[in-house]
Antibody, heavy 124, light 108 residues
Framework: QVQLQESGPGLVKPSEALSLTCTVS????????WSWIRQPPGKGLEWIGFIYYTGSTAYNPSLKSRVSISVDTSKNQFSLRLSSVTTADTAVYYC??????????????????WGQGSLVTVSS | EIVLTQSPVTLSLSPGERATLSCRASQSVGTSLGWYQHKPGRAPRLLIY???IRATGIPARFSGSGSGTDFSLTISSLEPEDFAIYYCQQRSNSPPITFGQGTRLDIK
């Protein structure tokens, strides 16, 4: 079974960049789609973006100008970078493997496996 | 962006009762809708995808239905471990992927 683990700093200063890495075990990253999701304290889930192992990406339009997701197939990892952070970016950040299911000519993407989450606090 | 609205916000039931949670989309998503269970301090768990297909290892008491804009998740007989927050999520043909705001299922 695929397992994911987030790693990175738990505290980031305002205006700086947030960087997290997700290490995938139990399966190759060179298939499927991989994604980042976050949950601010007391709020719901927000999709950040996803990446295919080839490097093609899609991002939430609300974050697109500040976010970048990359993949390192040699390390079986993918990474998130969010620039110019503010306190509103304080959240638990999850990485996840997507399940793409297609039927009847349309496809849906679902978060099949998740990491345990990494709390990132933006504060001076 | 497709907005998902879940109801009720909070549902208070007892173990053994039947729970029905609703999710309404602002425009049609076909059957491209999933449901997740989320407990504090844990990662969310995929329960249902494509509106009605149970994910691997999910008990048969969980079922999903609906298409277009109206969907529901039913838990036929609540177990103590089922009390959690439930989210619906859509991913139709274009980004972004969006989640509903969640329904909290509490023990009565």
């Amino acid at each position: 079974q695929v397992q994911l683990q987030e790693s990175g700093p738990g505290l980031v200063k305002p205006s700086e960049a947030l960087s997290l890495t997700c290490t995938v075990s139990g399966g190759s990253i060179s298939t499927y789609l991989w994604s980042w999701i976050r949950q601010p304290p007391g709020k719901g889930l927000e999709w950040i973006g996803f990446i295919y192992y080839t490097g093609s990406t899609a991002y939430n339009p609300s974050l697109k100008s500040r976010v970048s997701i990359s993949v390192d197939t040699s390390k079986n990892q993918f990474s998130l970078r969010l620039s110019s952070v503010t306190t509103a970016d304080t959240a638990v950040y999850y990485c996840a493997k997507l399940l793409r299911y297609c039927a009847g000519g349309s496809c849906g993407d679902y978060f099949e496996y998740w990491g345990q989450g990494s709390l990132v606090t933006v504060s001076s | 962006e497709i907005v998902l609205t879940q109801s009720p916000v909070t549902l208070s039931l007892s173990p053994g009762e039947r729970a029905t949670l609703s999710c309404r989309a602002s425009q049609s998503v076909g059957t491209s809708l999933g449901w997740y269970q989320h407990k504090p301090g844990r990662a969310p768990r995929l329960l249902i995808y494509d509106a009605s297909i149970r994910a691997t290892g999910i008990p048969a008491r969980f079922s999903g239905s609906g298409s277009g804009t109206d969907f529901s998740l039913t838990i036929s007989s609540l177990e103590p471990e089922d009390f959690a927050i439930y989210y619906c999520q859509q991913r139709s043909n274009s980004p972004p992927i969006t989640f509903g705001q969640g329904t909290r299922l509490d023990i009565k």
